[in-house]
């Protein structure tokens, strides 16, 4: 069965300083890992998504299929970064599996 | 930007009651979806629908629940006798594709049974 673990329910970091939110996840399949967001008061949202490889927002996640693991980083931290942060795991069906989230804060 | 859109955003029921969430998807998405999140809990999956179907749909998707796509923009999530552990967030969801494809989220509707 899938999981993702995220273990870190709050994270507090101070501002220009790095932050990594952790993410863990068990499947047997090939998975597709993402990181959403949800600023305070608005919906949730797309952050990246490994297979595009990308930066959004200073932000990167590599997939680290050895250790199961698709972290969340920024080198240096900004207020606007506070939110709840969730990595979730798409199995091969198209429905996502959510961890129980990180709530950031930077504090100024 | 288009948007997901939710209807109601709050709604307060009677245990028993049957409740009617509305969303309406992105024009052009193919695939809806519907989670929900109990207060303090994970964003949980409840079904997918595409084609007029539903493709897939978890453990707690059970009787009580049914999806509709009435007409060409509505997307509904029913439950018909509501339980007290119904109350949670529920959200809607729609992409254009499945596999790693982005899901575009509604605001959300705050669903309480009393």
């Known amino acids: 069965a899938q999981r993702v673990t995220q273990p870190e329910k709050l994270l507090s970091v101070f501002k220009g300083a790095p932050v990594e939110l952790k993410c863990n996840y068990s499947?047997?399949?090939?998975?597709?890992l993402f990181w959403y967001v949800q600023y305070s008061r608005q919906r949730l949202q797309l952050l990246l998504r490994?297979?595009s490889r990308e930066s959004i927002k200073g932000f990167t996640a590599d997939l680290n299929k050895g250790e199961t693991s698709f972290h969340l980083k920024k080198p240096f931290a900004q207020e606007e970064d506070s939110a709840m942060y969730y990595c979730?795991?798409?199995?091969?069906?198209?429905?996502?599996?959510f961890g129980t989230g990180t709530r950031l804060t930077v504090i100024p | 930007e288009p948007e997901v859109t939710q209807t109601p955003s709050h709604q307060v029921t009677q245990m028993g009651q049957e409740v009617i969430l509305r969303c309406v998807p992105i024009s052009n998405h193919l695939y809806f979806y519907w989670y929900r999140q109990i207060l303090g809990q994970k964003v949980e999956f409840l079904v997918s629908?595409?084609?007029?179907?539903?493709?897939?749909k978890s453990e707690i998707f059970d009787d009580q629940f049914s999806v509709e796509r009435p007409d060409g923009s509505n997307f509904t999530l029913k439950i018909r006798s509501t339980k007290l552990e119904d109350s949670a967030m529920y959200f809607c969801?729609?992409?254009?594709?499945?596999?790693?494809?982005?899901?575009?989220f509604g605001p959300g509707t705050r669903l309480l049974v009393l």
């Open positions: 490994h297979i």
């Open positions: 629908f595409y084609n007029n179907e539903i493709s897939e």
């Open positions: 499947y047997s399949g090939s998975p597709e």
């Open positions: 979730a795991l798409q199995t091969g069906a198209n429905n996502l599996f």
């Open positions: 969801a729609s992409s254009e594709g499945t596999v790693a494809e982005t899901q575009y």
